[in-house]
């Protein structure tokens, strides 16, 4: 099947259900980070750590997979220049309408977060990539293009999963699922059915090789990591946190 022409469906459809993930920032989120009171996260709770981030004004930001008007708007208020770019048009569309009426700059552009040729090498400071590789079946390619974009000394922020939350029944908490997890490929037929007709996004549980190895073997050097769990009442939050987010940096060559 098309996972990024499903994929896309299901975020268009998240935006019209206004998840919590496509609501954008409010005018007074946007005032008070001119004050400097500002945080932006790459995963569910936990605020990015104001020292992961280089001076922003004047610096080129992608947003990967980071459309829904939450983020991008933030960094670019603080004076970066901010390209947004996401699989899904009306996640971006949040994004846009927000920098029409705050005259923010922000460039949308749509596509597969796998390929970024639409972007020539060396082109941003920074890549700030919410907890979004879990809608690809393939993490490696997406690190090997940050890696491309980046110019030397950039940095990549990005929200991961541990696999181990994707092999694991939500209420049994019983580990039924062989590693690595695919919707497409782990799932009885009826479920995926149902995910397919109820359009909700496909997730694919990556290795720690693939999603912390993969950022090495692209050339990365991570250089921070912190932990997070749900904001939700998941019962794996009482045993391991399920999200973890890495700093990492494109080495100068």
Not at 36 to 42: D, E, I, Q, T, Y
Request: charged share 25%; aromatic share 10%; hydrophobic share 40%.
């Amino acid at each position: 099947m098309d996972i990024i022409k499903h994929n896309k469906s299901a975020w268009d459809n998240y935006v019209d259900k206004k998840d919590r993930w496509t609501i954008p920032v409010s005018e007074k989120v946007l005032d008070e980070a001119k004050t400097g009171n500002w945080s932006v996260v790459l995963t569910p709770n936990k605020a990015v750590p104001l020292n992961w981030f280089p001076p922003l004004k004047g610096s080129h930001v992608l947003g990967l997979a980071c459309g829904g008007g939450q983020q991008g708007p933030i960094l670019a208020i603080l004076g970066a220049e901010v390209t947004i770019f996401d699989n899904s048009e009306k996640q971006l569309n949040q994004d846009k309408k927000l920098s029409d009426q705050f005259d923010l700059g922000i460039k949308t552009v749509q596509g597969d977060m796998k390929d970024l040729s639409v972007f020539v090498d060396n082109s941003f400071d920074l890549i700030f990539n919410p907890c979004s590789i879990v809608f690809v079946d393939n993490v490696l390619p997406v690190w090997k293009e940050c890696f491309r974009v980046l110019k030397p000394n950039g940095i990549l922020m990005t929200g991961l999963m541990n696999p181990i939350a994707f092999q694991l029944d939500q209420e049994s908490l019983k580990l039924i699922y062989k590693q690595p997890f695919s919707d497409v490929l782990s799932l009885p037929p009826d479920k995926l059915e149902e995910l397919k007709r109820s359009k909700e996004p496909l997730v694919f549980g990556h290795s720690l090789t693939d999603q912390i190895g993969g950022q090495l073997d692209a050339g990365f050097m991570i250089t921070d990591i912190f932990e997070d769990d749900w904001d939700d009442e998941n019962k794996m939050d009482d045993f391991f946190p399920t999200f973890l987010a890495t700093r990492a940096i494109k080495p100068l060559q």
